[in-house]
C-alpha cells in the first residue's frame, strides 16, 4: 500500500535530478536543496495540513494580476 513517504521519495528524486543539472555553489541549486527540506519537513511533520494548504491553493482562483505575473514567469 503506498503512502505520502512514496510520494515523497518520487519527488525527491526528480528534485536530485534537476540538482545535478545545476553548480552547487549557485543560489538556484542552493533554493532548491531548501525547497527539498522543507518538502522532507512537511512530509514528516506535518503532512496532512500541507495537503489541506496544497487543496486550498489549487482550488483558489488567482487575481488577474496573479495570473498576468505567472504569465510573465512562463508559469501558467
Keep these: 500500500m503506498a503512502t505520502h513517504f512514496d ?7 526528480q528534485l536530485e535530478q534537476i540538482a545535478k543539472t545545476l553548480s552547487k555553489k549557485s543560489a ?9 527540506w ?6 514528516m511533520e506535518h503532512h496532512s495540513k500541507f495537503q489541506q494548504f496544497l487543496s ?4 483558489r482562483q488567482l487575481s488577474p ?3 498576468r505575473h505567472l504569465s510573465k514567469l512562463g508559469l501558467e
Design 7 to 13: 510520494e515523497y521519495e518520487k519527488q525527491a528524486r
Design 28 to 36: 538556484k541549486y542552493a533554493a532548491l536543496k531548501r525547497a527539498a
Design 38 to 43: 522543507a518538502l522532507a519537513f512537511v512530509t
Design 56 to 59: 486550498d491553493q489549487e482550488s
Design 65 to 67: 494580476r496573479q495570473q
